[in-house]
């Protein structure tokens, strides 16, 4: 269109030919084609326009270009140029010069300078109701908090940048905005909402013709497949942007690009092509002046040198990577476990771990930055390897119980910071066998790592270190078997290999430790959260589940246990008060009714007198209900009802209810929210336990938000249960067990061989409807 109008109005020295062409010059940069915009506007306006709107407009854009091509002082000129005269004759415009003022302090490093521009951009666009500017400068000062590595604020500016753009049709907003967005979660190490927000920003700037940003989010797209070790897409996506970046002439985009293509050839161990790429983005970083890259490509240098064994090479580079004050946390602490390394292959273990441990120091600052839960939740996915380095390093050096602590304090830390809120948190001695000793188990820690995998076996009287595969080789066998079970198969009846195969891997191990009918509590690592160790396959006397040989619960951490520890194992006798849920009405066709349910109900109000219960059903089950009920002070609670598990979004797992109004969600966000004190609470519904794991802190979902408001026990299952009569069957007997005075993982254990035995000839006796249900231990 912009050429149309300059195709009707020729000659230059017409007012509408200088208006087209000032506005085919703003298109150019907003697609990065900056020296091309800048050609465009050479030249004097005509008198007529040299006080014009169009005059502020041209200098606008001479001065963002420039900024873009790293011409700072040019751009700072131009941009002065258009202030002043956008404040004697088009104050209109100044939230737009301010706007650009930011994004020129942004991009020479200046944040708080950017930080202040941006802010009077946003008000003066909220003063003149200027929803296009307001979303921009929203959106700008969310990248701004992204730079300073406030990732949860920089997601708070951008949702409500998004917002509005969307409702106004920015697309260019929008786009720029969803990348940004895409780019924080990344750094959380959201990667499943990073790659979906980064793969609508590329479609929507696709959609604008925002070729730079395209490219851009391009290759954020093949960094969180690089994060995910998709090294192949990485690859193949980052040679996209490439393409792109060098159509534009983007030297730092394509020193990003080159930067990608150095880690994925480092990952797989082709090091000359890695050299390759490293050598020409650190020429372009340099001539770009693009200092973070600048900075990554001496850091991928020294991931070069280490890895040939140059290690005086390597540590003089990683030196100076962390001598840079301009380099993120995220640099630093990648640095320092690469010059951990370093010291380690030369033998100087003290400064090697003198590294790590200011690596994971670095790490733990940037977390606890972090406010809120859900977003906390992810960042340890960012640096669970270099954890895995650090455990490496002390069991090489016979130091396991070191390495069982660190081990250890990867896990569940946000559920326990949770449990802690407000509180001091207690003092508490490491002391991991008499924890064995007081809840008379044994305690098996599963660590499974890039090369190495570990097993920590503790009794009352040892601590025993295994080792085992590393996790490629342990979690293509545990998703196969899971699917086995969750099909309805019989893994007894067809000899599962995968099933013997994990538990010749897995448990066969601490055979000697773990005596029949003994107790065991579970710790697991990354890919064997969603596993039933119950269910898998004991070779002798007679192929049988694991489930006839012990008693099994799963706990977050040896921290948690702690405080489980000092209350000791006996389960309360005293007064029993028992909040019922559930057989609710429909309040969506995806959620039909569940035929056992009123059935469920009543046997489970059966095992408790009517004073000790209260019951809320059908119209009256709905979730201002449970918030009213004042759930924190009863002893049990159990749910008979729908559960959905997000994966995207854990906190918004919900349990399913009756409608009141708009909502027949019980969200997990909302069950965290209300301190419960409760012994045990049952979740008889479909995927309470979650669907997604974090590392560290396993599966996350509804049994995850009651353990994190307080539950010292709960029941939740891992994959969809059945509504049949099985599972009423096996929640009776659960009760009567706990009426007995058993314990919640003894009377699990005896409720499913209730199931499996007295069904052995029947459908019940598959895994699948006797082992979805696991107890999961809190503090």
């Excluded at 106004?168 to 990348?179: H, K, M, Q, R, Y």
């Excluded at 406010?371 to 895995?388: A, G, M, W």
């Excluded at 009287?461 to 066998?477: G, N, T, V, W």
Aim: glycine letters at 6%.
């Amino acid at each position: 269109m912009a050429d149309a109008g300059l195709s009707k109005f020729p000659t230059p020295d017409t007012d509408w030919h200088w208006r087209f062409t000032v506005l085919k010059a703003e298109i150019l940069l907003r697609q990065r084609r900056n020296e091309a915009s800048l050609k465009l506007l050479e030249g004097t306006l005509p008198p007529t326009l040299a006080s014009s709107d169009i005059a502020v407009w041209r200098d606008m854009t001479q001065g963002m270009a420039n900024a873009f091509l790293g011409q700072f002082p040019v751009a700072k000129d131009h941009l002065a140029t258009a202030e002043a005269l956008a404040r004697s004759k088009h104050p209109t415009l100044l939230g737009e010069v301010y706007l650009r003022y930011g994004t020129l302090a942004f991009l020479s490093g200046d944040l708080p300078a950017a930080a202040a521009a941006y802010h009077a951009a946003l008000q003066i666009s909220r003063e003149q109701k200027d929803d296009f500017l307001q979303a921009a400068a929203l959106g700008s000062l969310g990248l701004v908090a992204t730079k300073q590595e406030h990732y949860d604020e920089s997601i708070d500016w951008n949702q409500g940048a998004l917002r509005l753009s969307q409702l106004v049709g920015a697309e260019n907003s929008t786009a720029i905005i969803l990348g940004n967005m895409g780019w924080s979660y990344m750094q959380l190490g959201n990667y499943e909402n990073a790659l979906a927000l980064l793969r609508q920003a590329e479609e929507a700037s696709t959609k604008a013709g925002l070729l730079g940003a395209r490219a851009y989010w391009r290759i954020n797209i093949a960094r969180v497949e690089y994060f995910l070790r998709d090294y192949d897409g990485s690859e193949k996506d980052t040679q996209v942007a490439l393409g792109f970046a060098r159509e534009l002439s983007e030297k730092p985009v394509i020193a990003q690009c080159l930067n990608n293509l150095s880690y994925v050839e480092i990952a797989r161990q082709n090091l000359d092509q890695a050299v390759a790429y490293n050598k020409e983005a650190v020429e372009i970083a340099r001539t770009a002046s693009d200092k973070y890259e600048g900075i990554l490509s001496d850091l991928i240098t020294a991931r070069i040198e280490l890895a040939r064994g140059q290690y005086e090479a390597a540590k003089h580079d990683l030196l100076k990577v962390l001598r840079d004050a301009s380099a993120g946390s995220a640099i630093r602490w990648e640095a320092d476990i690469s010059l951990a390394k370093a010291f380690d292959q030369q033998g100087d273990s003290t400064k090697a771990e003198s590294e790590y441990r200011r690596a994971i120091d670095t790490f733990e600052t940037a977390r606890h930055s972090i406010s809120e839960d859900e977003l906390r939740l992810t960042f340890l996915s960012n640096v669970i390897d270099f954890y895995d380095d650090y455990v490496n390093f002390l069991v090489r050096r016979g130091r396991f119980e070191d390495a069982l602590r660190v081990a250890d304090h990867t896990r569940s830390q946000t559920l326990a910071e949770g449990l802690a809120a407000g509180q001091p948190t207690p003092a508490l001695r490491w002391a991991p066998r008499e924890i064995a000793r007081t809840l008379r188990s044994t305690l098996l820690l599963y660590w499974l790592g890039q090369n190495q995998s570990y097993l920590w076996i503790i009794t009352p009287s040892r601590i025993a270190c295994i080792p085992l595969p590393k996790r490629d080789q342990i979690e293509p066998l545990v998703k196969a078997y899971r699917e086995e079970v969750t099909s309805g198969k019989d893994p007894l009846e067809s000899g599962s290999k995968e099933g013997q195969e994990l538990y010749a891997e897995l448990v066969a191990p601490a055979d000697k430790f773990v005596g029949k009918n003994s107790r065991v509590i579970l710790l697991p690592g990354e890919g064997l959260y969603g596993l039933n160790f119950e269910t898998l396959i004991v070779p002798q006397p007679a192929p049988h589940y694991w489930l006839e040989d012990v008693t099994v619960c799963e706990a977050g951490s040896l921290a948690l246990l702690s405080f489980q520890n000092r209350r000791g194992t006996t389960f309360e006798k005293a007064e029993k008060s028992l909040l019922l849920i559930g057989n609710t009405q429909q309040a969506n066709p995806d959620f039909p009714p569940l035929v056992q349910a009123p059935i469920e109900m009543r046997r489970v109000a059966a095992h408790f007198s009517s004073h000790q219960c209260e019951v809320l059903e059908g119209s009256h089950a709905t979730a201002s209900a449970y918030l009213r009920s004042d759930p924190g002070r009863f002893n049990y609670l159990h749910f008979v009802t729908h559960g959905i598990a997000s994966k995207t979004r854990p906190l918004e797992s919900a349990v399913i209810l009756s409608r009141e109004g708009d909502s027949y969600k019980l969200y997990a966000r909302d069950i965290l929210a209300h301190p419960l004190n409760a012994q045990l609470v049952t979740i008889s519904a479909c995927n309470g336990a979650g669907t997604r794991a974090y590392a560290g802190e396993g599966l996350v979902g509804l049994s995850w938000a009651f353990l994190r408001a307080g539950a010292h026990n709960v029941v939740a299952s891992l994959w969809e249960v059945s509504d049949a009569s099985s599972t009423t069957d096996l929640m009776d007997s659960f009760y009567t067990e706990l009426g007995h005075g058993e314990d919640p993982a003894t009377a699990l254990r005896n409720a499913k061989l209730g199931i499996l035995k007295s069904n052995h000839t029947t459908v019940f006796s598959k895994p699948f409807y006797w082992a979805p249900f696991q107890l999961y231990v809190g503090s």
